[in-house]
């Protein structure tokens, strides 16, 4: 395609990211509104969080085929099929009839999400020259930073005020505007590569590893891990499956997922790097506000407000490192950034019960400073030294990385908070004992105070033992969060090695773009 022909790559930023914004969205949007779902549809929390569940396995299955189908239909094809599948299910999944036409119409939303956000980056990487990638990826950014941190506030105003039909029908006129603006921007490009046999055996194998592992991750909390005889046979799919995957995809001409990039230094740190920001940020994102709302009493609204100041930082920081990807080698901008988050995190690890609203919005708002470092140069730096023909396959395997990193980090965060919750219960509990004299003293106020209420004084004892264990269940539940959000910080500072290893990429605009 001649240049003069091109349209303006800025315009393509902007239509590929309004979609992928709202795909993104919708990872975490539903997630405030399962306990909506559950009551309107006559459920129980259980069976309403397959809603989340089903949507992750199809995300992550169609994800390793993104880059076969995309060159086999080209992308403008496939990127108007996915899109026109998400915006489609979407409006199904808000005129729903029971829970199992529910599930079905996630399944096909998130096999539609799954297949568009790779190829939006495929068209960005190729729609940029090299030199000015960051500052392409700065808008994509936004889209995949900011959009998780939205859907909590979102979800959570939508179900209180309206109803949770409206978190999925809200997709509807975007995703029609969306369809529209793709259909007249994108250009197929005139050089379209051929597409070479599809590995079915491979795509069979990293699907059933993918789903089943997302299934482990999601449900193992709730199923009691491997005491779950569900979680063990899925666990033993996840091992199987990857056994199988890794001889027969690294011995295919063309493999559906070319896992020798991840075994490259420079991809392979970036695929690395990916995972820990996909970790944070999806962790972060999920474990802030169900603290807010468990142990500090915020509404789902006021809980998702909290976030909403990271989110205008992050934006504003998309921007800025845009700019400094052209003039700052990939690593420096990454190390710098995973110690800004690390140390936010680490500054969460200070909480305590009488905490306002502005100490958790300044440690969101830090994390918004930090994660714009790493995730622009990151994206950036995967895409070097690789082939136009690679592009596809490594927007696909970045997007895996992030997916299956945040689904870890969820997974990590809530067994760490279970786990620790009843280490820190049992210890405090030790000390609610009559010959602890500060525990004596702390009842003896406790029935005064419920004795000045009125009452009699064994009515006044009960209420302040009461009010007693329930002080103990609050610590402990926030002794265990702080546990969380060490290890948040062990995974952030893990970044910092990791981006040493990137090798430096040429700077400035002298830089040649590659063919397309």
Known sequence: MKASDSPNPWLIAVVVSVATFMEVLDTTIANVALPYIAGGMAVSPDEAAWVVTTYLISNAVILTASSHLAKALGRKSFFLICLA????????????????????????????????????????????????????????????????????????????????????????PIGLASIAMVAVVLNEPTNKPSAPRFDFVGFFLVSAFLGSLEVVLDRGQRDDWFGSNFIIAFACVTAAAFALMIPWEITRKNPVVDLRMIATRQFGACFLVMMAVGAVLIATTQILPQLLQLSFGYSAMLAGLVLSPGGLVTMAMMIVVGRLSSMTQPKYLIMTGAAVVAASTYYLTQLYSDVGFWYFASARIFIGVGLPLIFIPVTTASYHGLPPSKTD??????????????????????????????????????????????????LRRATEYFSSLGGTASEARRLALAWVGRQIQTQASILAYIDVFYALTVIAAIIIPLAWLLRRVPLGASHPAPTQ
Not at 395 to 408: C, P, Y
């Open 85 to 172: 599948l998400f915006t489609v299910s979407s409006i199904l999944c808000g005129f729903a009839w029971d829970i199992r036409s529910l599930l079905f119409f996630r399944i096909l939303q998130g096999l539609g999400g799954g297949g568009m956000v790779p190829v939006s980056q495929s068209i960005l990487a190729d729609a940029f020259p090299p030199e000015k990638r960051g500052q392409g990826f700065a808008l994509f950014g936004i889209a995949v930073v900011v959009a998780p941190v939205v859907g909590p506030t979102l979800g959570g105003w939508l179900s209180d005020n309206y109803s949770w039909h409206w978190c999925f029908l809200i997709n509807g």
């Open 393 to 442: 396959q490594a927007s696909a395997l970045i997007n895996v990385a992030r997916n299956v990193g945040g689904s870890i980090g969820v997974s990590l965060a809530q067994n760490i908070l279970a786990r620790r919750e009843q280490f820190h219960l049992s210890r405090l509990a030790e000390h609610a004992i009559p010959s602890n004299i500060e525990f004596q003293e702390a």
